[in-house]
């Protein structure tokens, strides 16, 4: 099956700092998300982006699908921004998601 | 917005007991999903649904099964509960691909909240 790779597995940030979560896949996708999971374990849809790049407030995310990668851009980090960041490839009919193992982000004040 | 939501978001059982996991979608979405999450190994898929009464396997399927009646409900359920299904679970639905000029475009899928479930 497809695999998906994230980098780092682990970040932390002073507030205010910028950073770029990645994504890499082994196989072309018709579906790609981002999520942020918080502290209580919800998960949180930030982008639906198979391809080009899409922004929303501090937050942007890049795919680029010919060469198999996304990236997620974080900046003026806050610390609410901290939880874990998950990557999500699908492939398939139904569009069943593959995950990735995730980027903790740690933002301290 | 779309609102999956599932029925428990803390729940302990026994050994050997059957366990319902319950789901349930706003939005009319044809696809319903079933995921774990542990520790280190990040969410992985149980089971699917893209129509009512249709199931199909996802990557760990074992000692789950999954019922479909309505559109609108997803069911998990542990036929008899072991320790090692003591995880987080996450229902999650979406449309159907919808048919753009060429392609197929896939839609996001939507999370619940999940359920945190012990098995003792």
């Known amino acids: 099956g497809i695999q998906v790779e994230q980098s780092p597995p682990d970040l932390i940030l002073q507030e205010g700092a910028n950073s770029t979560l990645r994504c890499n896949f082994s196989?072309?996708?018709?579906?790609l998300q981002w999520f942020h999971q918080n502290p209580w374990g919800q998960l949180i849809n930030l982008f639906y982006i198979p391809s080009g790049t899409k922004q929303n407030g501090r937050l942007s995310a890049t795919t680029v699908a010919t060469e198999r990668y996304s990236l997620l851009y974080i900046s003026s980090s806050q610390t609410t921004d901290s939880g874990v960041y998950f990557c999500?490839?699908?492939?398939?009919?139904?569009?069943?998601?593959?995950f990735g193992e995730g980027t903790q982000l740690t933002v301290n004040p | 917005d779309v609102k999956v939501t599932q029925s428990s978001r803390y729940l302990v059982k026994r050994t050997g007991e059957k366990v319902f996991l319950e789901c349930v979608q706003d939005m009319d979405h044809e696809n319903m999903f079933w995921y774990r999450q542990d520790p280190g190994l990040g969410l992985r898929l149980i089971y699917f649904?893209?129509?009512?009464?249709?199931?199909e396997k996802g990557d760990i399927p074992e000692g789950y099964s999954v019922s479909r009646e309505k559109k609108e409900r997803f069911s998990l359920i542990l036929e008899s509960a072991s320790t090692n299904q003591t995880s987080m679970y996450l229902c999650?639905?979406?449309?159907?691909?919808?048919?753009?000029?060429?392609?197929?475009?896939?839609?996001?899928?939507?999370f619940g909240d999940g359920t945190r479930l012990s098995i003792l």
């Open positions: 999650a639905s979406s449309l159907l691909p919808q048919r753009g000029s060429r392609f197929l475009l896939y839609q996001p899928q939507h």
């Open positions: 196989d072309s996708v018709n579906n």
């Open positions: 649904s893209y129509d009512v009464k249709m199931k």
């Open positions: 999500a490839v699908g492939k398939t009919s139904g569009s069943r998601l593959t």
